[in-house]
């Protein structure tokens, strides 16, 4: 069965430090890969996203992801976390290829920024 | 830039009584999905749906649970009779077009059951 892992529950780090958020996920093909963020109360805000070809994607608010097939990993790193990307972050899996299926999450990552 | 709509954004209800909670897709998308996500949990998916048909369900989604496509711009999700399980932030996506692998969230209705 599909599954995704997300084996930090919590994540704490200082502003201005780098972050690496984990993802793991267990499919038989190359899925579609996502990092959603969900502050408090709030609706889920895409991050990246990777369905094919570079495997280091880009995404909004200086969030980077590389995918990893070797290692079944599709971690989200920023460079310089700042105080706003306090929030829980998903990871989702959805099948690759033609045709939409459901999306898979992971249990989440919770980010505490320190000043 | 077209996005998922639901109303309410908020919804409290008693025990038992029956709640719709409605979603408007993106225009010329094909495929409707309802997911929910209890409070402090992950995101669960609840059901797909194309072409006016219930295309994959979750163990959630019981005899409580139906969807509904009345128009050609609403998607609906009723829960027959609510229970305080039911309780979540539901959230409504759909996908297609030029799009068709990506699935576009709407902001989420909160339901509280007391």
């Known amino acids: 069965a599909q599954s995704v892992t997300q084996p930090d529950i919590h994540i704490t780090v200082s502003e201005g430090a780098s972050l690496e958020l984990r993802c793991n996920y267990s499919?038989?093909?190359?899925?579609?890969l996502f990092w959603y963020v969900q502050s408090p109360g709030q609706g889920l805000q895409l991050l990246l996203k990777?369905?094919?070809?570079?495997?280091l994607v880009q995404g909004i608010k200086g969030f980077e992801a590389e995918f990893k097939r070797s290692q079944s990993s599709f971690n989200l790193r920023k460079p310089s976390v700042h105080w706003s990307d306090a929030a829980e972050y998903f990871c989702?899996?959805?099948?690759?290829?033609?045709?939409?299926?459901?999306?898979?999450f992971g249990t989440g990552t919770r980010l505490k920024v320190l000043a | 830039e077209p996005e998922v709509t639901q109303t309410p954004s908020h919804q409290v209800t008693q025990m038992g009584q029956e709640v719709i909670l409605r979603c408007v897709p993106i225009?010329?998308?094909?495929?409707f999905y309802w997911y929910r996500q209890i409070l402090g949990q992950k995101v669960e998916f609840l059901v797909s749906f194309y072409n006016n048909e219930i295309s994959e369900k979750s163990e959630i989604f019981d005899d409580q649970f139906s969807v509904e496509r009345p128009d050609g711009s609403n998607f609906t999700l009723k829960i027959r009779s609510t229970k305080l399980e039911d309780s979540a932030m539901y959230f409504c996506?759909?996908?297609?077009?030029?799009?068709?692998?990506?699935?576009?969230f709407g902001p989420g209705t909160r339901l509280t059951v007391l």
């Open positions: 225009s010329n998308h094909l495929y």
């Open positions: 499919y038989g093909a190359t899925p579609y």
């Open positions: 989702a899996v959805a099948p690759g290829g033609s045709g939409t299926y459901k999306y898979i």
């Open positions: 990777y369905f094919s070809g570079d495997t």
């Open positions: 996506a759909s996908s297609g077009g030029r799009s068709y692998n990506e699935q576009f």
